[in-house]
């Protein structure tokens, strides 16, 4: 079956315009991340959602970092009036889904965002 | 809340060498372990995970790993590495958060192979 996917891979984008990452989960899985590689760094958590719903978007490092999933499978990540400071690797990733915590995180390959 | 070192930022080895990634983590309870590696352009592959049960844990491309509590460490082996295994490599520890797992990285160790 198909991973993780997640478009586009490359994105430029000019200082202050808007811009929409979208994320195609692994089909049938309930948990869905989001986390921000920076050049050089780990990936940093941005953002869970279970199915339709958000529970939890503390790692989101400014009110103009917005996601959504609202069918519960595709995602959006967008950022408004990007900065230069938001240039990294916005990585996506699916699980199954399940209160017990043993679960496996699955990465789609990132869309590397360039803000100039 | 969880955090993970990874003290080496970048290792060299020869083609055929054994590989040992040291990774320390803290946490609270029993932690959810994992190895990633990345390669260039690529999204993170799992190579092995604890979560539970034998400390020895045995993943893909011939990776092992131990967990020892005592020293919490999970350090990542390999006896004989292969060029393909040129790539970063990324500790994680994932923590039950209210019935979903929050994962924290470490910063990674770039694994340079020469012939």
């Known amino acids: 079956g198909a991973g993780v996917s997640q478009s586009p891979r490359y994105k430029v984008a000019k200082r202050g315009q808007d811009v929409a990452l979208r994320c195609d989960p692994i089909s049938g899985h309930v948990s869905l991340f989001w986390y921000q590689q920076a050049l050089g760094q780990g990936p940093e958590f941005l953002t869970y959602f279970q199915n339709e719903a958000q529970l939890d978007k503390s790692g989101l490092p400014s009110d103009r970092f917005f996601a959504e999933r609202p069918e519960g499978s595709v995602s959006t990540l967008k950022i408004q009036r990007t900065q230069q400071e938001d240039s990294a690797v916005y990585l996506c990733?699916?699980?199954?889904?399940?209160?017990?915590?043993?679960?496996?995180?699955?990465f789609g390959p990132g869309t590397r965002l360039l803000v100039l | 809340a969880q955090s993970v070192t990874q003290p080496d930022i970048h290792i060299t080895v020869s083609e055929g060498a054994s590989l040992e990634l040291r990774c320390n983590y803290s946490?609270?309870?029993?932690?959810?372990l994992f190895w990633y590696v990345q390669s260039p352009g690529q999204g993170l592959q799992l190579l092995l995970k604890y979560f539970s049960g034998d400390t020895l844990v045995q993943g893909i491309k011939g990776f092992e790993a131990e967990f020892k509590r005592s020293q919490s460490s999970f350090n990542l082996r390999k006896p004989s590495v292969h060029w393909s295994d040129a790539a970063e490599y990324f500790c994680?520890?994932?923590?039950?958060?209210?019935?979903?797992?929050?994962?924290?990285f470490g910063i990674g160790t770039k694994l340079q192979v020469i012939p």
């Open positions: 994680a520890v994932g923590a039950n958060s209210g019935g979903y797992q929050k994962v924290t």
């Open positions: 946490y609270g309870a029993t932690p959810y």
């Open positions: 990733a699916s699980s199954l889904g399940g209160t017990s915590g043993e679960e496996t995180q699955y």
